[in-house]
């Protein structure tokens, strides 16, 4: 996908001005990538049942976002809270589609093993039975599904993450992205540590940053996720970030941003991204989250106060904000947690008072 784009470093280059002005061209859609199942529950220590993992996937799907990050093909021994993934995959495959609109589901893979699981579910997974009885096609698609891979912008967190250096971790995507290439599934990647290590500090090398961003869009990645996994992340070293992405040739459209919300910088960070022209954004409903291998580090962005935030900006999400805030509101009561979301038990009292709720 990428490469009909770009298809080497040099063509990139080349059009960097065409490409930096479609990418701060004005838009009011804002795409929200909801990573709560994922990245929101992978810390949970208790386990949850395989039902409110499912139960959370399915009331998501009726918000309006458009991706759902869904679960992971990692190895158990060491994330067990993903353990079930198969089982949430072979539920989300069985759904009709959501209203309103169409989702996009990823699951995390970190190598060949992650694929080949998730692979085995995709084609193991009956086709979805048709909407109605009135319907003249007998058969229906599967929803439409992704990988997500990741990797790191530091040796020590690729190291802690992934039990490999930040070059063995690239050798392991390519099998993902010549097969994923071949059966037409996309595949999205993940810098984690973009703006700060657990391990090495806050001044993380854009340039780093922007090499492998450039590489793993050459390698196929149809979007890079750039992630500030322990929230450091701040304004000034925000904006220098994206500014050397673009230098590097690595459009707006080409990344989403992934915040941590551990310093409560997440939002002020957004706007420089939309100021960027970035228009994709990770978030987790309730504020969920935390990465296992970024100790301290808190949930990412809630889904609720950025939705809030872009709306009050006169952006368009297309996420309904009751139900996202329902969600929160459970999902945390699920787990026994408090709600994270400022924007989301705001917006709850106030439609209570109101009698609304
Ligand atoms: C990367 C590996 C797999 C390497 O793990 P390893 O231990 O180096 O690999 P290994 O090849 O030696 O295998 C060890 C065992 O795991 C099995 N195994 C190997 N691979 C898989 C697999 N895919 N699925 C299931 N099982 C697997 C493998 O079969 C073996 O089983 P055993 O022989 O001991 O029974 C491991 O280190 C791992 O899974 N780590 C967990 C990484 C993780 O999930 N981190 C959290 C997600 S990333 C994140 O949160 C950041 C992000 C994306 O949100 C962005 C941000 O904010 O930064």
């Not at 784009?5 to 063509?11: E, I, K, Q």
């Not at 970190?110 to 699981?117: T, V």
Request: charge should be neutral; include cysteine.
């Amino acid at each position: 996908m990428f490469a009909a784009r770009a298809p080497s470093r040099l063509t990139r280059l080349c059009s960097l001005q065409c490409r930096r002005r479609l990418a701060t061209a004005a838009s009011d859609k804002v795409r929200i990538i909801e990573v709560g199942p994922r990245d929101g529950l992978q810390n949970e220590k208790k386990s949850i049942p395989l039902a409110t993992k499912v139960e959370l996937t399915e009331r998501l799907a009726h918000t309006g976002v458009p991706v759902i990050e869904a679960a992971s093909f990692v190895a158990p021994k060491w994330v067990p809270q993903m353990a079930s993934s198969a089982e949430v995959m072979e539920h989300v495959l069985r759904q009709p589609p959501p209203s309103p609109v169409p989702v996009l589901y990823q699951f995390l893979c970190p190598n060949q093993k992650g694929m080949d699981n998730f692979f085995k579910v995709l084609d193991s997974a009956p086709l979805t039975p048709p909407p109605s009885p009135s319907s003249t096609s007998s058969k229906q698609d599967k929803p439409e599904v992704e990988l997500s891979i990741f990797t790191a912008a530091t040796e020590s967190f690729t190291r802690k993450n992934t039990n490999c250096s930040m070059a063995e971790s690239l050798e392991r995507f390519k099998p993902i992205f010549s097969t994923a290439k071949a059966r037409n599934i996309g595949v999205r990647a993940y810098i984690s540590v973009a703006l700060g290590c657990p391990y090495e500090g806050p001044n993380v090398d854009p340039h780093a940053v922007a090499n492998l961003a450039v590489t793993l869009l050459e390698m196929g990645a149809n979007e890079i996720s750039v992630a500030d996994t322990t929230g450091m992340g701040t304004v000034p070293r925000t904006k220098k970030l994206l500014e050397t992405l673009s230098q590097a040739g690595v459009r707006a459209e080409d990344i989403a941003l992934h915040f941590h919300d551990t310093y409560a910088q997440a939002l002020p960070n957004t706007i420089v991204g939309l100021e960027h022209g970035v228009r994709s954004y990770d978030t987790a409903v309730g504020g969920l989250g935390g990465c296992p291998y970024s100790p301290g580090a808190t949930g990412n962005v809630a889904t609720e106060d950025m939705v809030h935030m872009l709306h009050s900006l006169g952006l368009d999400t297309g996420v309904d904000m009751q139900r996202m805030a329902e969600i929160g509101e459970w999902i945390n009561a699920e787990l026994g947690k408090a709600n994270e979301s400022r924007a989301g038990k705001a917006f709850l009292a106030q439609r209570k008072a109101a009698g609304k709720a």
